[in-house]
């Protein structure tokens, strides 16, 4: 039972390019989050899913698109990446009245 | 939108002390509450979850409450010892139907540091 992975861990993008962040969740959960962290701050809900095929956008969606085609996957996808991005990325899964499982986080930098 | 507000963020007490941690929130009804102990670099761990219908969790030094009326959660931990050094963050689970049905917010947390 690996829970919720995360790849990549570290990357650093230049502005303007695109990139996706992988997760993945092993546990059949139905509710699967993307939040960003930046120093010192609290986490911010970006997009979320409460099912395969269902997607909707939390505080912060802005430069961000999400899918969910199956259970397990749910890629955050950024396109033109921008300075404001750079950030730590984590996602998360959860049933209902559940603990939240994280992953491990992936540390991005726009330059 | 749901707004949730940890008062303090920062707490600093002594070894052996209890901390009384605070969670607001306000808008949403939560389904339930819960509490999470974040270390620098790491994700956020779970540590206890309280549901609406419950006044209090306890889970070794633990302490949780939640006052729905109040709209408060208050977060204890006894005889803390410099290891409980972390930042402590609630969350909560919307219970409101519609779009909003199934999110999650977390407060900003609160940084706690025992001291021997």
């Known amino acids: 039972n690996a829970g919720v992975t995360q790849t990549p861990k570290f990357r650093i993008l230049k502005i303007g390019q695109s990139m996706t962040l992988q997760c993945a969740q092993d546990m059949n959960h139905n509710y699967m989050y993307w939040y960003r962290q930046d120093p010192g701050m609290g986490l911010k809900l970006i997009y979320y899913?409460?099912?395969?095929?269902?997607?909707d956008k939390g505080e912060v969606p802005n430069g961000y698109n999400v899918s969910r085609s199956t259970t397990e996957d749910f890629p955050l996808r950024l396109e033109l990446a921008a300075p404001s991005q750079t950030s730590v990325y984590f996602c998360a899964s959860t049933g209902w009245a559940a603990p939240i499982y994280f992953g491990p986080g992936t540390r991005l930098t726009v330059t | 939108s749901q707004k949730i507000e940890q008062n303090s963020e920062a707490l600093n007490i002594q070894e052996g002390k209890t901390a009384t941690l605070t969670c607001n929130y306000t808008?949403?009804?939560?389904?339930?509450l819960q509490w999470y102990r974040q270390d620098p670099g790491r994700g956020p761990v779970f540590l206890l979850l309280?549901?609406?219908?419950?006044k209090e969790k306890r889970k070794e030094r633990l302490k949780v409450t939640f006052d729905t009326t109040l709209k408060q959660s208050l977060f204890h931990i006894t005889a803390s010892q410099p290891a409980d050094s972390a930042t402590y963050l609630c969350?909560?689970?919307?219970?409101?139907?519609?779009?909003?049905?199934?999110?999650?917010?977390f407060g900003r947390g609160t940084q706690l540091t025992v001291w021997p």
């Open positions: 969350a909560l689970h919307t219970a409101d139907r519609g779009s909003t049905l199934g999110r999650l917010y």
């Open positions: 899913s409460v099912g395969a095929g269902i997607t």
């Open positions: 309280i549901r609406e219908n419950e």
């Open positions: 808008n949403y009804s939560p389904a339930y």
